[in-house]
Structures are given as C-alpha cells and as structure tokens.
C-alpha cells in the first residue's frame, strides 16, 4: 500500500468526491482558540477547493473541483465577488500561479476516478482535460493552452529511488511562476522538482528527493485484505517523499515541502531550500546539509502546500494525523493545520497558526494577508487569517 495504491489527486479524490463535506473552520466563525487568535475569516464560500494564488489588494486566484479557475475579489462592507475565468475539466482541482504580463499557469495531476465513480454533478460534463500537463491561459481565451506534458518527461526521467516498482510515474502537485518566465512543478510521484520554460516546452530536473527510513505508526485502524493487514507499529519502511509543494521565499532560494509516502508516518515531512538554478540537486535526508538542496526544517505531517513572505515560510498540513488516517478514518484525521517557519540559523522557528481551526486544507498562499482554502473536499471557502 504506497502511492501507487493510495496517492492524492487519484485514489485520494476519488474517495473525498464521494464524501459530504465539513464546515470550513472548526468552531465559529468569530471565536477565539491559541492565546486569544481569531479564527480566520470566511472570504467566500467554494466547492471543494485547493489551488490559491494571493495576489493582494484583495485578490486572490483560486480553483474548484470540477476545474473552475476564478478570481476572488474582496469589497469592504459588502460580500467578495467571484469571477469565474475558465474551465480546466478535472475532478481533482488544478494548481494554479500567476505568471508574468497576466499569464496564468495550471496544472493537472494524474487522472481522476473512472466515470461510474464520479459525482453526478461531473457527470455529462466536458471531457477531462489531458493529466500531469502544465496550462497557461490568459483574458479572453476560450480554454487554457497546453505548455507542458510533465507525464512525457517523467517518462525520460525515472526516480532512481522509487520503492513502487514504477519510477517513471509523474502526478504533478505545486506550481510557482519566476519571474524570468520560467515554471517550477513539484511532482508528488516523481519525487522531484522540475523547472518548465514555457517558450519552448523545454523541462530539466532541478532536484530529486529522496526516501526516508520511518517507522510504522502506531493507532490506525484495521485494514482488511487485500489492503491489508498493515505491518505492526513500529515496522521501519522506506518511504517516498512524495513532493507536493513548491514556493520562492523572500531569500529567493525555492522551497519545496513533502507529503511523506506510505505509511505516512506523523512528523517525518521535511522542507527542503534549493539554490536557485540548480540542475540535479539531490535532496538527502541522511545527508541534510550537502550540496545545493539542503533541509530546512523537519518534523511536519502530510504537507500539501507552502508559501514564503516576508515572515517566512509557511507549510500546509492536510491532516496532523497523516494523509493515511484521514483516509483510513481515524477520529480527528481532518484537522490539518498551518505553520510559520522562521529561519533563526541552524534551527528555524516553528509557530502554528490557526490551531485546531483548518478542516482538510488545500492551498496556501500569502500577500498583504495570508489564504487558505479548504476543507479541500466538499463545501469549502477561501479563509483569510486575522
């Protein structure tokens, strides 16, 4: 059971499509938890959401399940208006970033569910738009050109550390535009982050991560053949990275976050900080602090998205108790969480925000405020913290 069997954006949304949703926050809206923080606000509600790029001044990108890209407009003393821009057909949302001279980038991962497992509002609809493949649209295009095909390229370039006996998967995850033109796209299958020259469809690996040793956890649920029974807690496994997200800080160095594989195992996701222009980097755990990918920060859960300002960098949780948990159903799985990391030399400042607040968040992404999406199945919104 690893990402070939159980990976978000496929097996991962097929199952959360099919599930009803939870409330954007976790408590009300004006309440107060974590030393007297506000909860964050409700921007605008949206179904099932996870791409966001923070524009600022108010507004912000964001994309739905079903495909829809829109642009979020906030008004003072009145409700944020939603634009819709296009359509991507997907069932799991693409990643999206703004590039230069109004470009915008999305990205679709690997396939969704089949058609009978899809949810009828899907159902009938366009076809779904081609998987692991970089877009860019700009106003006044009907639909998003294609700039990329990731899922090609990772064809050339297998995982040399791949554990699932298939290293040339590709399931594109996080998407950031430079602001030389380029595109850099963390693929959660492949394990690494590649920069994409949209000009020339031209696409080079910029780093690979590799596995790390974990032990299994403890406290989940039973698993009945032929998924299971899973290994006794405690079990050492070499898990995959699985990178999901990527971010530019304030240093320009480029972030990337990881989601952890199979077994998910709490407190075993790193961030990486990657010089900017490298070319074949290896992010090593047994080695953090070599070469031009050195480790950031440790101990995280399931990252799904980062972002960098001027604070620092903020990491995303899907769920404090893992991916595997929440899709196992353990109690309490969908309570993700934020964190800010401030870099204070050999080891960063680590603050959770929003504590106990995030229900399956999606994205992240800061400005003059910092957004979040979630619950990133069903009902949802674009959250901004106070």
């Known amino acids: 059971m690893g990402k070939a069997a159980?990976?978000?954006?496929?097996?991962?949304?097929?199952?959360?499509?099919?599930?009803?949703?939870?409330?954007?926050?976790?408590?009300?809206?004006?309440?107060?938890?974590?030393?007297?923080?506000?909860?964050?606000?409700?921007?605008?509600?949206?179904?099932?959401?996870?791409?966001?790029?923070?524009?600022?001044?108010?507004r912000t990108l964001v994309t739905e399940t079903g495909g829809?890209?829109?642009?979020?407009?906030?008004?003072?003393?009145?409700?944020?208006?939603?634009?819709?821009?296009?359509?991507?057909?997907?069932?799991?949302?693409?990643?999206?970033?703004?590039?230069?001279?109004?470009?915008?980038?999305?990205?679709?991962?690997?396939?969704?569910?089949?058609?009978?497992?899809?949810?009828?509002?899907?159902?009938?609809?366009?076809?779904?738009?081609?998987?692991?493949?970089?877009?860019?649209?700009?106003?006044?295009?009907?639909?998003?050109?294609?700039?990329?095909?990731?899922?090609?390229?990772?064809?050339t370039d297998p995982d040399p550390w791949d554990q699932e006996n298939f290293p040339t998967d590709s399931n594109p995850f996080g998407v950031v535009a430079l602001d030389d033109g380029t595109v850099l796209v963390a693929d959660a299958a492949g394990n690494d982050l590649l920069r994409v020259w949209p000009k020339k469809g031209k696409i080079r690996t910029v780093a690979r991560l590799m596995p790390r040793t974990v032990p299994m956890p403890a406290g989940l649920p039973d698993v009945p053949p032929p998924m299971g029974p899973l290994p006794p807690a405690g079990t050492p496994i070499v898990s995959e990275a699985v990178a999901t997200s990527v971010a530019v800080g304030a240093d320009g160095y480029w972030y990337v976050g990881e989601l952890r594989g199979f077994p998910a195992t709490p407190d075993t996701s790193q961030v990486w900080r990657i010089k900017p222009g490298a070319k074949n980097a290896t992010c090593d755990p047994a080695h953090p602090r070599k070469g031009a990918c050195k480790r950031y920060a440790d101990g995280f859960t399931s990252i799904t998205d980062l972002a960098a300002g001027p604070k620092g960098v903020y990491a995303l949780e899907l769920s404090k108790k893992s991916w595997l948990g929440f899709e196992l159903g353990l109690p309490g799985a969908d309570v993700g969480s934020l964190f800010l990391i401030r870099d204070r030399g050999t080891k960063p400042r680590v603050r959770e925000l929003a504590a106990g607040m995030l229900k399956t968040p999606g994205g992240v992404d800061v400005s003059d405020h910092v957004y979040v999406v979630g619950p990133l199945f069903g009902p949802g919104a674009l959250l901004r913290l106070r």
């Open 6 to 58: 159980i990976r978000i954006g496929t097996a991962v949304a097929a199952l959360a499509l099919a599930a009803t949703g939870a409330p954007a926050v976790a408590g009300d809206q004006g309440g107060q938890q974590d030393g007297g923080r506000a909860a964050p606000r409700t921007v605008a509600p949206l179904m099932g959401p996870r791409g966001v790029d923070a524009l600022g001044n108010g």
């Open 68 to 155: 829809t890209f829109s642009l979020v407009v906030e008004r003072r003393h009145k409700p944020a208006r939603v634009i819709p821009l296009g359509n991507l057909p997907t069932e799991f949302p693409p990643a999206i970033a703004k590039g230069p001279r109004g470009t915008i980038y999305l990205l679709t991962g690997a396939s969704g569910p089949p058609p009978e497992q899809r949810p009828s509002v899907l159902r009938g609809a366009a076809a779904p738009a081609p998987a692991t493949t970089l877009f860019k649209w700009k106003r006044g295009w009907p639909a998003p050109k294609v700039v990329a095909d990731i899922g090609a390229y990772q064809k």
